[in-house]
């Protein structure tokens, strides 16, 4: 089992930046994907960002250039460093992890809500 506490979200305005962080109970050694995802008011939840554990990052095309996910092995921790945040970025937030063996465990997720 892995928990995953997540924390960074807020309210912001457009054209501003927040940094989530993922903070996992699991040693990174056993993680070998990370991501974070996103579910806004009436749509699917949808991938943002996935790192592997090589450092090998995908973005969704709608946040290339504006988002960069990262990780810390000694912390436990994935982070997302958002920045020209637009009102279309408004949703939770969620981190994702994938064992070794392919077990994935989701966060509680974070809001992220960017005012026009």
Do not use: H
Request: hydrophobic share 35%; glycine share 12%; charged share 15%.
């Amino acid at each position: 089992q892995v928990q995953l506490v997540e924390s960074g979200g807020g309210l912001v305005q457009a054209g501003g930046s927040l940094r989530l962080s993922c903070a996992a109970s699991k040693t990174m050694f056993s993680i070998n994907l990370m991501g974070w995802y996103r579910q806004a008011p009436g749509k699917q939840r949808e991938l943002v960002a996935t790192i592997t554990s090589g450092g090998s990052t995908n973005y969704a095309d709608s946040v290339k250039g504006r988002f960069t996910i990262s990780r810390d092995n000694a912390k436990n921790t994935v982070y997302l460093q958002m920045g020209s945040l637009k009102p279309e970025d408004t949703a939770a937030y969620y981190c994702k992890v994938r064992l070794s063996d392919w077990t994935a465990y989701w966060g509680q997720g974070t809001q992220v809500t960017v005012s026009s």
